[in-house]
């Protein structure tokens, strides 16, 4: 049997950018082959050939910030304490199944203990999911945002405590200390390092603002990850916070939400991305109450949420790079996995951005935000053929991405998904 693909006449919108084009897709086992404009790409016989006329052919998207948690309500303290931890896998292992058939074909976990383990389960194909670029354990300094100080002291830090739960982070003070952290992570698979460079939302007695660690104990972190190869991916909400994380080297700013002119430049100039994950802020705003957010969390999640599209705005203005990622966690009714696309939504009726300009964010620039963007993010001879088949026109209306029945089409490394 041939394992040869022909995609053609579908209408191309390759990632990059680049105006949509009619043209024919090569697929050779699991990668693209070829690219071309109609008439261009040599069809061998034994291909099996898909006709796509009047279809939109898009790369797989990509979702560069969520938890794979199985918490399916917004009460994170009752999720975290009463929820046996073999039920949290088993309902993340449904979540990955709907993000890959929501035409998710590549993930970033940004901090928590499911992913990085789970992730050789869909690597060897004993479950359904996209690919997972995952953090492990998030760094945090003590009474940090990582430092689910809701909790009892012992219940954070897996290093110490018997408790296993899908959060926990790595409680860290002092370079030394950083140091050894990063390293624990490495240890336990990260494929990036998360830390906590300040307050947040869904933290009780911290707020955004509050900037955590020193650009000394960043710098030391960054260094342990570029050791390894690999990046920093920093939670930074507080202007001071995201400043020292760009200024120590990090490469991906999370949700951005007091992001500065200063900040904005110093990013530019660094080549950071930002992922404004403005979805977790939009769902805490709709579904917050019903869905048990504490009242800490929506209060301030009130007090930030004009700040933050606005600070969105600007950085999109100053033409920082910015990527998808919702911060779901994972739920029953918000935060779902497999409504992910809502973040490209966002991107196009808030802060402002055209359709393809957004399709760029959920691929190209999401796929750089994993460290994935040598195998994936755009269809381009050599990377792996991950992507999507839309019925419906995205650049006339981006909400046709969030719509299932409009995905007619999902391939994952050359593999037909959902046909
Ligand atoms: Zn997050």
Not at 110 to 120: E, L, M, P, Q
Not at 233 to 254: D, M, R, S, W
Not at 371 to 381: A, D, K, M, R, V
Request: aromatic share 6%.
């Amino acid at each position: 049997m041939s394992n040869l693909i022909a995609l053609t006449n579908a209408k191309i919108l390759d990632g990059t950018g680049e105006k949509p084009f009619d043209g024919t897709v090569l697929i050779q086992g699991k990668s693209i082959q070829e690219v071309g404009p109609k008439g261009s790409v040599n069809i061998p016989k034994d291909a099996e050939v898909f006709d796509l006329s009047g279809k939109y052919l898009l790369p797989g998207l990509i979702d560069a910030h969520l938890h794979l948690t199985g918490f399916r309500s917004g009460d994170t303290v009752k999720e975290s304490l009463l929820v046996p931890y073999e039920v949290l896998v088993a309902r993340v292992v449904k979540d990955l199944e709907a993000l890959l058939k929501a035409g998710f074909t590549t993930i970033g976990d940004a901090g928590g203990a499911i992913a990085v383990g789970i992730k050789k389960a869909v690597e060897e194909g004993t479950i359904l999911g996209p690919r997972i670029s995952a953090a492990g354990y998030t760094l945090s300094q003590t009474f940090g945002h990582g430092d689910e100080h809701y909790l009892p002291i012992d219940y954070v830090d897996p290093r110490e405590s018997k408790f296993k739960t899908s959060l926990g982070s790595l409680i860290c003070d002092g370079v030394e200390e950083c140091q050894k952290a990063a390293r624990y992570a490495l240890r336990c698979g990260a494929d990036f390092i998360k830390v906590s460079a300040t307050g947040g939302v869904l933290s009780e007695r911290d707020r955004p603002e509050y900037t955590q660690f020193t650009i000394e104990e960043l710098r030391a972190i960054v260094q342990e990850a570029q050791h390894a190869k690999r990046f920093v991916h920093a939670h930074a909400q507080g202007t001071e916070g995201i400043k020292n994380a760009l200024l120590a080297g990090v490469k991906v700013i999370a949700h951005a939400i007091f992001i500065d002119e200063e900040c904005c430049r110093l990013a530019k100039e660094k080549d950071a991305i930002v992922v404004p994950t403005l979805s977790i802020v939009e769902h805490i705003m709709v579904y917050g109450q019903a869905i048990g957010i504490p009242e800490w969390g929506l209060k301030k999640c009130e007090q930030v949420y004009e700040a933050h599209v606005e600070n969105i705005k600007l950085a999109y203005k100053h033409g920082v790079k910015l990527a998808t990622g919702t911060d779901f966690l994972g739920g029953a009714k918000a935060f779902k996995h497999g409504d992910n696309a809502l973040e490209m939504i966002l991107l196009v009726e808030k802060v402002g951005m055209t359709p393809i300009e957004a399709i760029v964010a959920a691929t190209k620039n999401a796929a750089e935000a994993v460290g994935l963007s040598n195998i994936t993010g755009t269809i381009e001879p050599g990377k792996l053929a991950d992507l999507i088949v839309v019925k419906e026109d995205p650049l006339e209306n981006i909400r046709v991405l969030a719509d299932k029945n409009n995905i007619m089409m999902i391939f994952k490394e050359g593999v037909l998904i959902k046909d």
